[in-house]
């Protein structure tokens, strides 16, 4: 087991702690009702199911998955430090489907390049990747709103760097499949219609927690972050 090889995994872990498990804190904060959050989420959600049959396509075609991967780490940290500078609900929810478009397929490329690298020792890695998705959301959850970005933009950073740590191996098909055809295979297309209600509730999930947490009677940040501590746990 290569210490190196963890590197993305716990990156991209830590930053979906804070992109996603309190990006509602941000909502709230600027201001946003309820529907404007869920509208938010609906449209992460279509577009992170967009995103993997998309970058999958690609990534299985590439000659070079760990520099597509570090691509889309740094475009998915361009796309979330936008968040900071925009107020206004149509500039959030644009922002949010494109980081989205990229984010969503970090996972399924990050875990094949992994078990490409080290299936042995997987599990040990995935753990390790907990960890840091609980001490993430734990001291976001503490500090409040005003972290959520920094900390997203920061983990993605490491995780573009841990990236290149991976085998820079090639995709394994070993024939362009058009994603035409994609579109046409029918049970693609019912299992990614089985996977949208998943993945909105998901986004409803994590868009909503942070807010009603604290609206509740003596909730502080501090037990926000100790809460999304024991949840991981």
Not at 92 to 102: L, N, P, T
Not at 160 to 168: H, R, V
């Amino acid at each position: 087991m290569k210490l190196r090889r963890g590197v993305f995994i716990s990156a991209y872990l830590a930053a979906s702690a804070a992109c996603q498990g309190h990006i509602g804190m941000l909502y709230a904060h600027l201001g946003f009702t309820g529907a404007q959050i869920g509208m938010i989420g609906t449209a992460a959600a279509g577009s992170a199911i967009a995103s993997q049959l998309f970058w999958g396509n690609i990534a299985d075609r590439c000659r070079h998955k760990a520099r597509l991967l570090m691509l889309l780490c740094i475009s998915s940290g361009a796309s979330i430090l936008a968040a900071q500078f925009l107020r206004a609900f149509a500039g959030q929810i644009a922002v949010s489907a494109i980081f989205w478009f990229g984010f969503g397929a970090l996972l399924p490329i990050g875990d094949s390049l992994l078990l490409e690298a080290d299936a042995m020792h997987f599990g040990k890695y995935r753990i390790a990747g907990a960890v840091c998705f609980a001490l993430s959301g734990a001291a976001v959850g503490a500090l409040g709103a005003g972290s959520v970005v920094p900390t997203g933009a920061v983990c993605l950073a490491a995780a573009a760097a841990g990236a290149m740590m991976l085998p820079n191996t090639a995709g394994s098909a070993k024939s362009r499949v058009p994603m035409k055809h994609l579109l046409r295979n029918r049970d693609l297309m019912r299992d990614l219609a089985l996977m949208i209600p998943v993945q909105m509730a998901a986004a409803y999930y994590y868009g909503f927690h942070s807010p009603y947490f604290l609206s509740l009677n003596g909730a502080t940040h501090a037990l926000l972050g100790a809460a999304a501590l024991i949840a991981t746990a």
